[in-house]
């Protein structure tokens, strides 16, 4: 996936954590900002056979 670094605003590294079946990863406080992201909220994680990943905010009732 190419990416133009003029359209970046911010790129952050988070940890996931994996205890037995929970898996965690902490959403980047630029991030949560950002969006105005609270507890509840969902998110979509979106990959592409080449390896890339893109992860988007869900909003409303959209499933």
Do not use: N
């Amino acid at each position: 996936m190419k990416i133009d670094l003029d359209d970046v605003e911010a790129i952050q590294e988070t940890a996931l954590t994996i205890r037995g079946s929970r898996r965690r990863t902490t959403v980047p406080k630029i991030v949560v900002e950002k969006f105005g992201l609270k507890d509840g909220d969902r998110i979509r994680w979106i990959i592409f056979k080449d390896g890339g990943i893109i992860i988007t905010r869900v909003k409303g009732r959209e499933i």
